[in-house]
T-cell receptor, first 113, second 111 residues
């Protein structure tokens, strides 16, 4: 009954590979996000989806593409992985147009070797 | 867009002392200010939040204050315990929209 779940929790892959991270929320929230947390712990927003519409894209390389098959899912696909992509990726969700905090997923630690 | 600054980046206190973390924001339209605690290897978790129509909010040993005129808000932790050791993030947003996070404060409580 986890509210926001991400898979996998750990991902180790070689440079140049393509990988996907999945996120699902069962909270009925309208908006979902992907954040990247680097080694300095800074939380940088990558994407958000509201009712399957991309509403934010913060200068993220086009190797990263979000895919939302429905309101409860927001997956992250990464092409041609680079060493600098190594980080922890967090999915989060929130209801729209209300004052409510994000609920974060447990994170995916991506290591590119 | 919004710019949130957070200080200090690291903070060490003796167990039982108080800890204060300060944030400033730039967009006067921001009206929702959550605080998150992230323990090592875990997800950020909401610990307290405050809305712009309130100046102070308290939950047991944690309190948050907001000064809209000066555009700053602070987290206060009293009677600190070792389990309070974590990275704390402030954020600012306009209700229902993207959060802008501060750069985090690594708090260490020394037993």
């Amino acid at each position: 009954d986890t509210a926001v779940s991400q898979t996998p929790k750990y991902l180790v892959t070689q440079m140049g590979n393509d990988k996907s991270i999945k996120c699902e929320q069962n909270l009925g929230h309208d908006t979902m996000y992907w954040y990247k947390q680097d080694s300095k712990k800074f939380l940088k927003i990558m994407f958000s989806y509201n009712n399957k519409e991309l509403i934010i894209n913060e200068t993220v390389p086009n190797r990263f593409s979000p895919k939302s098959p429905d309101k409860a899912h927001l997956n992250l696909h990464i092409n041609s992985l680079e060493l600098g992509d190594s980080a922890v990726y967090f999915c989060a969700s929130t209801p729209t147009d209300t004052d409510a905090g994000y609920t974060f997923g447990s994170g995916t630690r991506l290591t590119v070797v | 867009g919004e710019n949130v600054e957070q200080h200090p980046s690291t903070l060490s206190v003796q167990e039982g002392d108080s800890a204060v973390i300060k944030c400033t924001y730039s967009d006067s339209a921001s009206n929702y200010f959550p605080w998150y605690k992230q323990e090592l290897g875990k997800r950020p978790q909401l610990i307290i939040d405050i809305r712009s129509n309130v100046g102070e909010k308290k939950d047991q040993r944690i309190a948050v204050t907001l000064n809209k005129t000066a555009k700053h808000f602070s987290l206060h932790i009293t009677e600190t315990q070792p389990e309070d050791s974590a990275v704390y993030f402030c954020a600012a947003s306009i209700a229902g929209n993207q959060f802008y996070f501060g750069t985090g404060t690594s708090l260490t409580v020394i037993p």
